[in-house]
């Protein structure tokens, strides 16, 4: 994919990048998480390191995190293993690899890896990747049949808002992610999918009932879970965004607001993504209640009265 005006501004912005180890995971995490069944599953996250998705999104800040240059072959199963070595009894459910790229990008993930990596996944009921979706297609069922577990595939969809949506820079297409999701569904693949809670170029004032609007979307295109993620700031572009008042930080009401209104889809698990929660503008004397409260939400899925503050009165 040749590199666009948008994506060389987006690049130029960019704070200096850390270095990063291919051999060495970023680190895991061990969370409870609800399936559409209700069945509450133990999911282990790996962050795995690995070259930069060919994507440039206007909001993304996963670059951080990745290697310059391709992932060596090797890499992948070394910090996959390592991570699982390190595990206590008894193995969660699922696996999610999460590499900051596509899973199916093989400059990403090298085709040669991709049979240890099953091998690897071979004891967990449910394995899942994320995946631009236009990046979704032939390797993502040769890797479905390769795991022993039920595969689930983490798209961002991000916003429908027709404005915002084409300002991502994300290349995103709704008839190719409707197709992905049929190419899904027709061969036994589960869907994830991301949403954004403050997308640039949405109006502040609209932003809840866009990202609802998002949510409701892929909802009625089947997806199993839909994660609401608040969009931070930090990688330059959105300072940009932010200067001209076509972004503005999302904020933990925001994101309460928006989950309370998405639990009225039951067939689905909508969650809010907690990942440097902290940093969202926040009344101080309440925010570890509510930090608390969306903890809980999104492993029972139901509704629970909000937070009723003293300094900040925001129920
Ligand atoms: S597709 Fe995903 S990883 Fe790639 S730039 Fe966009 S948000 Fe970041
Ligand atoms: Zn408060």
Known sequence: MSASAADRRIRSLRPPKTRVDPYAAHGSLLEEERRPDGKIERALTVFLAGAECAFTCSFCDLWRWTIDGPTPPGAL??????????????????LKLYNASNFFDPRAVPSEDVPGIATLAASFAGVTVESHVNTIGRQTLAFARQIAGRLEVAAGLETIHPVASAQLNKRLDLARFDWAVRFLSENGVDLRVFVLLGAPCVAASESISWTVRTVEYAVERGASV???????????????????GHFAPPSLSQLEAALDLCLQFTHTVVTADLWDVERLPACEHCRSARIERLRRLNVIGRAEPRIDCSVCGAA
């Open 77 to 94: 199963t070394r910090q996959l293993e390592t991570i699982l070595q390190a595990l206590d009894d008894p193995l969660p459910d699922r």
């Open 226 to 244: 839909i994660s609401i993620i608040p969009v931070r700031g930090g990688n330059g572009e959105m300072e940009r965004l932010q200067a001209l």
